[in-house]
């Protein structure tokens, strides 16, 4: 290749990069409406000041909530519509307090399943919370508003790790004698509260589930020892769970090595 025909290449190589970088850039600061808003036949937005008087309680609790930044309507619209973005135009609610024209997602989690979509993903399969169902709402897991507004990375859920599971599943997370340290981390650890592939929603459904935080190391001829202890024979007959070995998962009041 002659020296212009290499200098002609690397033009185009650097063109095709910068309109590329141009592309990324138009698309990443566009603005758009990722979600249609809810709608309430008749009424029109109002904004959050219309719902001071009758909720302080929330709202005065609210603009710390990573909801308090949704809103519907065009950018750059004079009213701050955050409540409306979850429970709908609220023009007749406001004017006649009556429950009927207003989106409450205790009672309808399509609400919220209208922005989070990857979390209606998971509640379509095998195994999940019975919300599709009716039975459930996301407020009973969720503090929407904020109220507790240092909580962990995982978002708006389990503020106090086991404690939204508790009110549920009390069996399982009530104080041990030997408890299981996973517990420490939260039910999260093990299960996934949406849905999952796996029966009881859990992570994982073969043993690799307790090997995460159990280190194994190897032994003589390939075997797997965990705790000091030659496990090889016991992976081969179940999970840690069915096999026998440790069914109290959760905890033992009997037994250390979690056993009932």
């Known amino acids: 290749m002659t020296k212009c025909g290499q200098w002609c290449a690397v033009a185009a ?7 590329s970088v141009l592309l990324l850039s138009s698309c990443s600061t566009l ?40 809103r519907v309507g065009q950018p750059g619209a004079e009213l701050d519509t955050s409540c409306e973005s979850c429970h709908g135009p609220g023009s007749k609610h406001a004017a006649t307090a009556k429950a009927q024209f207003i989106i409450n997602p205790r009672k309808n989690s399509e609400a919220c399943l209208t922005c989070h979509r990857g979390t209606e993903a998971e509640f379509r399969l095998p195994h999940h ?22 909580k ?16 549920c599943h009390r069996e399982q997370t009530r104080q041990f004698v030997f408890e299981h340290e996973a517990m420490r981390e939260g039910c999260v650890a093990c299960h996934n509260v949406h849905g999952s592939i796996n029966p009881k929603m859990l992570v994982q459904r073969d043993p690799n589930l307790c090997l995460k935080c159990h280190a194994q190391t ?18 081969r007959q179940g999970t840690c769970w069915s096999a026998g070995c440790h069914t109290a998962v959760h905890g033992s009041n009997i037994n250390p090595h979690l056993r009932y």
């Open 13 to 19: 190589g650097v063109w095709l990069v910068s309109a």
């Open 31 to 70: 603005e758009r409406t990722v979600a249609v808003p809810l709608e309430i036949e008749g009424a029109t937005f109002v904004g959050n000041s219309s719902c001071v008087e009758c909720h302080k309680n929330v709202t005065q609790v609210f603009p710390g909530s990573p909801h308090a930044r949704v």
């Open 129 to 150: 919370h019975p919300l599709p169902e009716g039975k459930m709402n996301c407020a009973q897991c969720h503090d929407p508003h904020g109220h507790d507004i240092m």
């Open 152 to 167: 962990p990375a995982g978002g708006l859920a389990m503020a106090r790790l086991n404690q939204s599971c508790a009110e």
């Open 218 to 235: 190897p032994g003589a001829a390939g075997a797997v020892v965990i705790g000091k202890v030659d496990h090889s024979l016991f992976l």
